[in-house]
């Protein structure tokens, strides 16, 4: 395992997920009074994947922390940035390079 270049995707992005949604309304009574509609339709729903992806940056040289010492309010205390920061015991995430996003099939009926 080496770590890949500067600017490279955590996974290829797929531009084929095609999600369909279909809808439907029918009038069944316009009498005043007793409107009655009946609907229906259904779909295609793909998650965005900003979770797993927001894993890649939560390792070394995307974190930082600090406290505020005892004192007066309001201190604004230099935090230094890490430019090499040291080693980590935070993990190293790896994606599956054909990663496909989850999808919902979602329906509905109302009357």
Same mark, same amino acid.
């Given at each position: ?11 290829? *992005?797929?531009?084929? #997920? ?13 009498? !005043?009074?007793?409107? *009655? ?10 998650? *965005? ?8 940056? #939560? ?17 604004? !205390?230099?935090?230094? *940035?890490?430019?090499? !920061? ?10 599956? !390079?054909? /990663?496909? /996003? ?5 329906? #509905?009926?109302?009357?």
């Amino acid at each position: 395992m080496t770590l890949a270049p500067q600017g490279t995707p955590l996974w290829q *992005t797929t531009w084929y #997920n095609f999600a369909p949604r279909l809808g439907v309304a029918y009038v069944i009574r316009s009498t !005043p009074g007793w409107e *009655t509609v009946v609907r229906g339709g259904g779909g295609v729903f793909y998650d *965005t994947g900003q979770q797993l992806g927001s894993w890649g940056f #939560n390792g070394p040289g995307f974190t930082k922390q600090g406290s505020l010492a005892s004192g007066s309010f309001p201190v604004l !205390p230099a935090i230094p *940035t890490i430019v090499n !920061p040291p080693a980590s015991t935070k993990g190293v995430y790896r994606f599956y !390079p054909h /990663l496909q /996003l989850p999808y919902t099939l979602q329906w #509905n009926a109302s009357v």
